[in-house]
Nanobody, 127 residues
Framework: QVQLVESGGGLVQAGGSLRLSCAAS????????LGWFRQAPGKEREFVAA????????YYADSVKGRFTVSRDSAKNTGYLQMNSLKPEDTAVYYC????????????????????WGQGTQVTVSS
């Protein structure tokens, strides 16, 4: 099992940047694909970005492509979501998720594919 704790959320003006962190427990961090999701008020939770266990493969939702970058540091058991050029529509609670994989090159983009979730961190972008 793995436990996840997000941090780094906050209030930022449109056009600004934030970096979210997802600290994971356990000694097999590199075996887990990581995903980032977000949920705005009154909306369903949606996929944002994912990264494979090796860190060599990433995937992004069209809405954030070119603005957000997902990464991970296995030595620190931490995943990151660098968010640049933020827009008011990026306002949401951001969650990281993890799922063990048999291949270090695999990532997942659907909520149902992840068993482990963090508690979420609020990101608010003002106009």
């Amino acid at each position: 099992q793995v436990q996840l704790v997000e941090s780094g959320g906050g209030l930022v003006q449109a056009g600004g940047s934030l970096r979210l962190s997802c600290a994971a427990s356990g000694r097999t961090f590199s075996r887990y694909a990581l995903g980032w999701f977000r949920q705005a008020p009154g909306k369903e939770r949606e996929f944002v970005a994912a990264i494979s266990g090796s860190g060599g493969s990433t995937y992004y939702a069209d809405s954030v492509k070119g603005r957000f970058t997902v990464s991970r540091d296995s030595a620190k058991n931490t995943g990151y979501l660098q968010m640049n050029s933020l827009k008011p529509e990026d306002t949401a609670v951001y969650y990281c998720a993890a799922e063990i994989t048999r291949s270090l090159g695999v990532w997942y983009s659907r909520l149902s594919e992840y068993d482990y979730w963090g508690q979420g961190t609020q990101v608010t972008v003002s106009s």
